[in-house]
């Protein structure tokens, strides 16, 4: 068996900023201020990690009120913006075509390793239909730290499929130097594919296990998992 945990924006799909918009609506609902996220990444950060990111620069201690009551706002927010604002938004190429291959295969479990929310990937992913491809997922409800989501993700395969997975047959696919990072504490391979922010020049040098320009190519995607050996 291999677990395959994808990361979600810019890997899987393009939002075309919404998940950014409505955080910013969500701060300066509750802050008053606009720019709340000047300055800050995205790329590989968690939902929660943004959010203490965007108090430091307010000047404010971060708390579970906080953070509760920003999470349901820009949930709010999001669930209406993502139909609305859709300019920009796709899905990545050759994605479909590997999940419903990888669907197909009975050695391959299919799930997600992202800093959404987990209501916020499921919003996201429902829009474009891909949501119900994912057998479970570890979201940053699990943990603001990314590194920490795969054992949760393959302590979860374990609940589900009866038995445990070796970390050799995890794979983290993504699209930013720290999806490639959060793969090495648990062991996982790391597969980089330059669709977001990130060129391949710049994923090599964070020395993924493979690197892709996207995903179109899906019989090279499955003769990298089927070559591939364990551990």
């Known amino acids: 068996m291999k677990l395959l945990l994808f990361d979600v924006d810019m890997t899987l799909i393009d939002s075309g900023g919404v998940g950014r918009s409505a955080m910013l609506l969500?701060?300066?609902d509750m802050f008053g201020a606009?720019?709340?996220l000047s300055g800050i990444s995205f790329a590989g950060r968690t939902d929660p990690l943004i959010l203490r990111e965007a108090l430091d620069c307010y000047g404010l201690s971060w708390s579970q009120r906080i953070e509760d009551e920003f999470k349901a706002s820009?949930?709010?927010n999001l669930a209406t913006m993502i139909k609305t604002?859709?300019?920009?938004?796709?899905i990545k190429p050759g994605i479909e075509s590997v999940l419903l291959t990888a669907h197909e295969r009975a050695d391959i479990v299919l799930a997600l390793l992202t800093g959404n929310w987990h209501q916020g990937a499921h919003i996201k992913l429902s829009h474009f239909g891909l949501f119900d491809f994912f057998e479970?997922?570890?979201?940053?409800d699990d943990s603001y730290i990314r590194s920490e989501l795969p054992p949760v993700a393959a302590q979860r395969f374990h609940q589900l499929k009866g038995t445990r997975?070796?970390?050799g047959d995890v794979y983290v696919i993504g699209d930013t130097p720290l999806d490639v990072e959060c793969a090495r504490p648990f062991g996982a391979k790391a597969v980089a594919v330059a669709?977001?922010?990130f060129t391949t020049t710049q994923l090599q040098a964070a020395r993924p296990d493979y690197l892709f320009s996207d995903l179109s190519d899906t019989s090279a995607f499955f003769e990298m998992l089927d070559s591939d050996g364990s551990g």
């Open 26 to 28: 969500a701060l300066e």
């Open 34 to 36: 606009a720019n709340g």
């Open 74 to 76: 820009y949930l709010q």
């Open 85 to 90: 604002d859709c300019a920009g938004q796709d």
């Open 136 to 140: 479970f997922g570890a979201y940053s």
């Open 165 to 167: 997975i070796d970390p």
């Open 195 to 197: 669709t977001g922010h």
